[in-house]
């Protein structure tokens, strides 16, 4: 049985950081498309980042520069190091994963597994 546990998400106020890291159980992330979505209340779930078996990363542009997606493939963990964070980003951070070895897309709907979340806010 896959799981994806999300953790480290919290409330802070704008420019500051917060690190999120999603451990997986039941898969290993290291050879697949792994990444992470968010989903702001009345909005769609969007991309943040993903990255590949060939640590290839495609992220959203609201976050380029700011973000960081890195993966721990002994602790078959990935994170997201969120820095200069915006009351704009404050949104339900998802993790998932496909069964694949490259991320051909960043729709969430082709995304087989998903976290349960942990929230993210921002205030100004």
């Known amino acids: 049985q896959v799981q994806l546990l999300e953790s480290g998400g919290g409330s802070v106020q704008a420019g500051g950081s917060l690190r999120l890291s999603c451990v997986a159980s039941?898969?290993?992330?290291?050879?697949?498309?792994v990444g992470w979505f968010r989903q702001a209340p009345g909005k769609k779930r969007e991309v943040v980042a993903v990255i590949d078996s060939s640590d290839s990363i495609t992220r959203a542009e609201s976050v380029r520069g700011r973000f960081t997606i890195s993966k721990d493939n002994p602790k078959n963990t990935l994170n997201l190091q969120m820095n200069s964070l915006k009351p704009e980003d404050t949104a339900m951070y998802y993790c998932?994963?496909?069964?694949?070895?490259?991320?051909?897309?960043?729709?969430?709907?082709?995304?087989?597994?998903w976290g349960q979340g942990t929230q993210v806010t921002v205030s100004s």
């Open positions: 998932a994963a496909r069964a694949v070895w490259h991320c051909t897309t960043v729709s969430p709907e082709f995304y087989n597994y």
């Open positions: 039941g898969l290993t992330l290291s050879d697949k498309c």
